[in-house]
């Protein structure tokens, strides 16, 4: 039996195959483009289906984890946020090319959350949450993952943490979690507290490619430091939310900014989530998959036809 996991990214398109398990024997990336996203995919299985050696109609069945907000009636992404396309359509015309119904359409970070799942058959209650461009996270609870309606649980990024409001996000809302700590809103972040808190820094605040990276990146800097500081913090209200919420045994974090800045992002929180959570804080660790959205969509897909 063959499978074929799919990773629907803002910036980056992946397909695996896996013929024998979950481990897979070819894999291709892309990048998504502005435009016509359903179709570069289509090509990209196309590519790697062909590398495996196989044709599209010889996968037995196959799981997408996307960017959100999903659409499942229609079976798409509906307004992403970093493309062009009003609507992604994904599961009709993957449907399509590989002749089989069999495939499903999850969120990016519940395809997270089943890998490390998977990786770990003793843990029955798990958030894989991702620290990247945005915020997000995956949920398995009672060993299944938790999907909500249209498979949009796990938005988490848009939770609010901070009641003054001070950071507005790219949804709209004011005080969301990713405004704080999300990647791509580091940078407006720092100088909100530069201007707002008076303090000094020699990080090139209005230079255009200023980025989150350069903040890791100057550690010692009153400034730098201070963003390092108040992102543990919202990270552990967040966190405290979730794990009030689900009562997890573990919390495995993954994305770049926790994937390159793994100690300046895990011990904050680590020493202050004790005092924000009624039960006991959970394990609170790395994710251990390389890439676990298309590991995961590479389980489900398997999972999906057992
Ligand atoms: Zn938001």
Redesign the pocket.
Known sequence: MSYLGLDIGGTTLGAAVATDGVDPVATATAPTPQTGVTKRLCDLVDRTCGAAGLAPTDIAAACIGSVGPLDQKRGAVAGPANVADETIDLVGPLCALLETDAVVLYNDATCGAIAEAHADPTTENLVYLTLSTGVGAGIVVDGSPLLGDSHNAGEV??LPVDPAGAMS?????EG?W??YCGGANLPRYARHLHEAEAVETRLHLTAPEFTAADIFAAAGDPLADLVVERVGYWNTLGIATLVQTVAPECVAVGGAIARNNPETILEPIRERLPEQTFLDAPDLRLATCEEPVLTGALVAAHEHNA
């Open positions: 990024g848009h996000c790219g949804c709209g809302g969301h990713e405004a």
